[in-house]
Nanobody
Framework: QVRLVESGGGLVQAGGSLRLSCAAS????????AAWYRQTPGKEREQVAR???????DYADSVKGRFAISRDNRGNTVYLQMNSLKPEDTGIYFC??????????WGQGIQVTVSS
């Protein structure tokens, strides 16, 4: 089985920074597509960042210029650097990795809270 474990969340003041990590283990190609999502009660799940196997990235308009997705050399760990955080960035953040055309692995989610 593929397991994803997020870490690095917590409480931060507006304008601050956090770096989330997503450690992968199991039978997954290291450079498979990786993405970060966030969920806030009452709102739709939002994809905030994605990295393709070749390294290209894309971001939600709401985080563009502030967040950056990256990975280690083998793709075992994926990161989300979050700068200039805003209260509206508050939510549960999930790491996802594509396994096949129809399947993906998900982490358990980690809380990020940005205070005003």
């Amino acid at each position: 089985q593929v397991r994803l474990v997020e870490s690095g969340g917590g409480l931060v003041q507006a304008g601050g920074s956090l770096r989330l990590s997503c450690a992968a283990s199991g039978p997954i190609a290291g450079l498979n597509t990786a993405a970060w999502y966030r969920q806030t009660p009452g709102k739709e799940r939002e994809q905030v960042a994605r990295m393709a196997p070749g390294g290209s990235t894309d971001y939600a308009d709401s985080v563009k210029g502030r967040f950056a997705i990256s990975r280690d050399n083998r793709g075992n760990t994926v990161y989300l650097q979050m700068n200039s955080l805003k209260p509206e960035d508050t939510g549960i953040y999930f790491c996802a990795r594509k396994i096949s055309g129809t399947h993906a692995a998900w982490g358990q989610g980690i809380q990020v809270t940005v205070s005003s």
